[in-house]
């Protein structure tokens, strides 16, 4: 019985024989993935590898996961402004690609950043909930909110009727910066 191969070096024969560079980033991101909480020194030049790649290769969400990890690796190495950085690549990742996962991560690992530096203790939370033609039909007013997970709901518009069913998206402004979500209404 033969010993199957050692997967890293099976993913390292991947990157090798890609034959696009959309391979080669994924390949390089898979790597990395197995590396990166092991052994974050060899895997730190791999991320930035499909940080720097991902956009030209047509892998944009591989580029986000990438500046994800990248932000964790250096967060966790004492570097916050760096991590921060890194936030801001994921955020723009998100913002083009529309994924709210990716959305998801970034404020994750922001959150994280401005809790770890003391940067955040309390903010004026507001929502505003504009229609698919940008026009705002509800504004929800949270007040000051200390730091921590906070939830708003609505159901109607700013003359109280329900909103009609569609799509809509949602400012939400924390006082330190905007967000900018996609919600539906069925």
């Keep these: 019985m033969s010993v199957p191969p050692d997967k890293l070096q099976v993913l390292r024969d991947r990157i090798a024989s890609a034959a696009s560079p959309a391979e080669r980033v994924e390949a390089t991101l ?24 991902a956009d030209a290769a047509g892998r944009p969400k591989d580029g986000g996961r990438a500046a994800y990890m990248l932000g964790e690796l250096v967060r966790r190495a004492g570097d916050l402004d760096g991590a921060a950085r890194y936030a801001e690549m ?69 003359e109280g009727r329900r909103l009609s069913t569609g799509a809509y998206f949602v400012l939400l402004d924390m006082g330190t910066g905007q967000i900018r979500l996609k919600a539906a209404v069925k």
């Design 30 to 53: 898979k790597l990395a993935e197995q590396l990166w909480l092991s052994d974050p020194v060899a895997a730190k030049p791999l991320l930035e590898q499909v940080v720097a790649e």
């Design 90 to 158: 994921v955020f723009k990742v998100a913002d083009a690609t529309g994924d709210r996962r990716v959305r998801a991560s970034w404020l994750n690992l922001a959150g994280i950043i401005h809790e770890e530096r003391g940067d955040i203790q309390s903010a004026h939370v507001r929502a505003t909930v504009h229609d698919a033609v940008g026009r705002q039909v509800a504004c929800l007013d949270a007040g000051e909110q200390q730091r921590g997970t906070h939830r708003l709901s609505w159901s109607k518009d700013s």
